[in-house]
T-cell receptor, first 111, second 109 residues
Framework: QKEVEQNSGPLSVPEGAIASLNCTYSDRGSQSFFWYRQYSGKSPELIMSIYSNGDKEDGRFTAQLNKASQYVSLLIRDSQPSDSATYLCAVNWGRDDKIIFGKGTRLHILP | DVKVTQSSRYLVKRTGEKVFLECVQDMDHENMFWYRQDPGLGLRLIYFSYDVKMKEKGDIPEGYSVSREKKERFSLILESASTNQTSMYLC????????FGPGTRLTVL
């Protein structure tokens, strides 16, 4: 059974601080990893993808991947109230771009 | 930019009705997906298609069928809607990465 696990939260972080979101996955063969942001009532929006071990930075966002530990994380620096959303971790499986989603972590940035 | 559109944002149907949800993408992607999202259950794959007229069942295909007659269009069909199919339905298309449409919130009364 392929699984992607996330803490459901809510994770409360003061404005301006670093938010750290974590995800573990069960399939050692996974090669592609994604973070999506979903505002309430809206569809998921891709934030970042990562394919290699290490860090990948894009603006205030940094994705971190450790395949040996089967662990992927998302750091959000200088958190803003507009970052308040549910963050979905997703991991590929099989072929044809299929991915499995975690159930998401609710992030609340405190003004 | 990838654009994925869905035919309706909100839809209300009655039990037993046949329901069509349409999804169109403009990026010539081969792969398209239908999910439903429910509180506490996350995103669950209903069906996906990897080419015109080609489809595979996802995790929860029961009560649903799909049609892909053209590359850009992927339709989800509820043959006889039931109240337990009340949900948010999300379509996605992909070339390496999945991009989502805005979603259809379906209520079955």
């Amino acid at each position: 059974q392929k699984e992607v696990e996330q803490n459901s939260g809510p994770l409360s972080v003061p404005e301006g601080a670093i938010a750290s979101l974590n995800c573990t996955y069960s399939d050692r063969g996974s090669q592609s990893f994604f973070w999506y942001r979903q505002y309430s009532g809206k569809s998921p929006e891709l934030i970042m993808s990562i394919y290699s071990n290490g860090d990948k930075e894009d603006g205030r966002f940094t994705a971190q991947l450790n395949k040996a530990s089967q662990y992927v994380s998302l750091l959000i620096r200088d958190s803003q109230p507009s970052d308040s959303a549910t963050y979905l971790c997703a991991v590929n499986w099989g072929r044809d771009d299929k991915i499995i989603f975690g159930k998401g972590t609710r992030l609340h940035i405190l003004p | 930019d990838v654009k994925v559109t869905q035919s309706s944002r909100y839809l209300v149907k009655r039990t037993g009705e046949k329901v069509f949800l349409e999804c169109v993408q403009d990026m010539d992607h081969e792969n398209m997906f239908w999910y439903r999202q429910d509180p506490g259950l996350g995103l669950r794959l209903i069906y996906f298609s990897y080419d015109v007229k080609m489809k595979e069942k996802g995790d929860i295909p029961e009560g649903y069928s799909v049609s892909r007659e053209k590359k850009e269009r992927f339709s989800l069909i509820l043959e006889s809607a039931s109240t337990n199919q009340t949900s948010m339905y999300l379509c996605a298309s992909s070339l390496d990465t999945q991009y989502f449409g805005p979603g259809t919130r379906l209520t079955v009364l």
